[in-house]
């Protein structure tokens, strides 16, 4: 849901007996050009930026204290200020807490994630498209991904599991369309295609939309085949970045 002051969206996946697989519920609003609030599953966000600087504070619950963060130009490219306000507070948090940076400029109509460098690279066409960036800071939190005795997401072997399953299924009862709409999710050339799986994930349960319509067909077929491979790779990311 959009208005005029900000956002507001619920994600949920539900198994073919109507089990609840995963939910998340996110809110972003305008308080002024220079002030914004987010919320995603009762985390409270404040977002106030400063001229090139923006201040993000995630807000105590009861249990911990609250934690604030400052970004500036010297990790986040100053050009892109109208696409870091449509971002919500948890993904500015996460850019500072692991030190991502952001720059303007690559090849056209196109974004990267280095993880050489630990910086997003995105296109000035893409310059306000927030649903491709946070597909590309997918990318990045998949690389930060560390806990005791867990692989990698990507390497993880209940996902590659439950993947390989709907993937089959999915292959048995298509159409060759359908499978062309996301193949950059099974054989993508020059990238693994896990890895594309669950940066596109990120993106989807991010509450931003895809507002250049061009991945729609792509997002929605995956969602229709991979409703167990998605809640798995959401439900690891919600529970690390909480």
């Not at 690559?106 to 910086?119: G, Q, R, V």
């Not at 292959?171 to 054989?187: E, G």
């Amino acid at each position: 849901v959009e208005g005029p002051k900000g956002s507001g969206s619920e994600y949920t996946i539900v198994d073919e007996t109507g089990k609840e697989l995963f939910n998340t519920k996110r809110q972003h609003n305008q308080i002024s050009d220079t002030h914004f609030t987010s919320k995603v599953d009762g985390q409270k966000y404040d977002i106030q930026f400063e001229g090139d600087k923006i201040t993000v504070t995630k807000e105590g619950n009861g249990e911990t204290e609250a934690e604030t963060v400052t970004l500036d130009s010297s990790q986040l490219d100053p050009e892109l200020i109208s696409l870091y306000k449509q971002l919500p507070g948890d993904m500015l948090f996460n850019l500072a807490k692991f030190k991502i940076k952001v720059k303007l400029g690559y090849e056209e109509n196109n974004a990267c994630f280095s993880p050489a460098e630990n910086t997003i690279y995105i296109s000035k066409e893409l310059a306000n498209v927030p649903f491709t960036f946070a597909h590309e800071y997918g990318h990045a939190i998949d690389f930060h991904y560390s806990r005791p005795n867990i692989p990698e997401l990507r390497k993880d072997p209940e996902f590659i599991k439950i993947y390989n399953e709907e993937l089959e299924n999915f292959i048995s009862r298509s159409a060759s369309s359908d499978l062309d709409a996301i193949s950059y999710f099974v054989h993508h050339d020059g990238a693994n295609p896990l890895g594309e799986f669950i940066a596109e994930t990120t993106a989807l349960i991010s509450g931003l939309s895809d507002n250049t319509g061009h991945l729609g067909v792509r997002s929605v077929v995956l969602q229709q085949n991979f409703p167990r491979a998605i809640a798995y790779i959401a439900k690891a990311q919600s529970a690390y970045l909480a």
